[in-house]
């Protein structure tokens, strides 16, 4: 963490891009090594928890989470920037996001305009937007029984498609049925490997924030659900608790708005991202014009760059030339509370109070949690 309080990600060592190819290796695919420091297992179920940050689970305490507090803990970085659709590819490639592409919750796609990852669109390839192979295609390719325990509605979505491509979807609607399932699916061959995802953290976080007894009590189900996979584990097995970001309480009184702020707005063409973390793509010539006016307006409220800037200090890894322009001619994190809204075009910024995507430690640090059956 920089004296400032940005955290850079740890793409090559204690990072959510390195949980499946330390997972596989323990699983004995040559080629990869345990880097996170796994227990050895011939069957792994990896929880990943949308909107679960080290600091919020140590804020909750051992009181609302007590068996998720026993288990054996360190933390990773995610990506950047700290959302969704960026860690999920980190996770399913092994790689950092400047390689695979999925550089945020919206960002600009050649050819197409501003894609939205999480809902994709209609004619959109995403196997040609991220066309790396992922470690759950690598597995099955070795022999391992894989499988993705998740909603019915994502099974094929371009998110799953680009991302997380390679395991057998196994649609489940409830946790109930999620629990069951992932039992199944870890005994469907002599090796096997499960995903499981709940999204239910994340959702009580936007709503409702992170310092609320509604997210506590979303924290507490997750905690049961845990204990229940826990019994589910054949003897031997493992299971993974992680996430894929953090989550900050924001201050939406004062946020800025690009819409209507004139200093802002000014020599920008597009805007992705979301509010924690802003792609400004700039009118041609006006990029410098862009960066200036953003350091200036924002000050102290976001960590402020060119692209440039911020692929030299290593905030997407080593960058693709394909993937270069889907980075915007300005990125902009924000800082402690701060947030800089898109405007009329995403009225719903406007109402949570729960966000991230940017590279405080709350955001950027998520937990590793794991235990053998």
Partial sequence: ??????????YGGASIARLLPS?????????????????????????????????????????VAPVMHGMSQVSLTVGVPSTTATSLACLGSGLPTGAHGLVGYTFRLQGHGILNALRWSTGVDPSLVQP???????????????????PPEFEGSGLTVAALRGATYRPAATWGERIAVVGDALRAGPRSLVLAYVSDVDATGHRRGVDSPHWRAQLALVDALVAALLEQLPPGGLL??????????????????VEGDPQLSSGVAQ???????????????????????????????????????????????????????????????????????AGSSAPHERRLPGQHGSLTAEEMLVPLLSAVG
Wanted: net charge negative; hydrophobic share 50%.
């Fill in 271 to 341: 805007l992705g991202g979301e509010p924690r973390f802003r792609h400004v793509y700039a009118r041609r010539g006006a990029a410098a014009d862009v960066l200036a006016a953003w350091r200036e307006r924002l000050g102290e409220r976001a960590w402020v760059r060119s692209r440039d800037e911020a692929v030299a200090e290593g905030w997407f890894g080593a960058v693709e030339p394909s993937v270069r322009g889907r980075l915007g001619d300005v990125v902009a994190a924000a800082r402690d509370r701060s947030l800089v809204l």
């Fill in 1 to 10: 963490m920089s004296e400032d309080g940005l955290v850079l990600p740890a």
């Fill in 132 to 150: 790396r192979g992922t470690l759950f295609e690598e597995a099955a390719a070795a022999g391992v029984a894989v499988s993705h325990v998740g």
């Fill in 240 to 257: 993974v608790v992680t996430g894929d970001h953090g989550m900050v309480d924001v201050d939406l009184a004062s946020a800025a708005d």
């Fill in 23 to 63: 997972v596989v290796a323990v699983l004995g695919l040559p080629g990869h090594l345990d880097t996170v420091g796994l227990p050895l297992a011939e069957r792994v179920c990896v929880l990943l928890v949308d909107g679960l940050g080290s600091r919020g689970l140590a804020a909750a305490g051992a009181s």
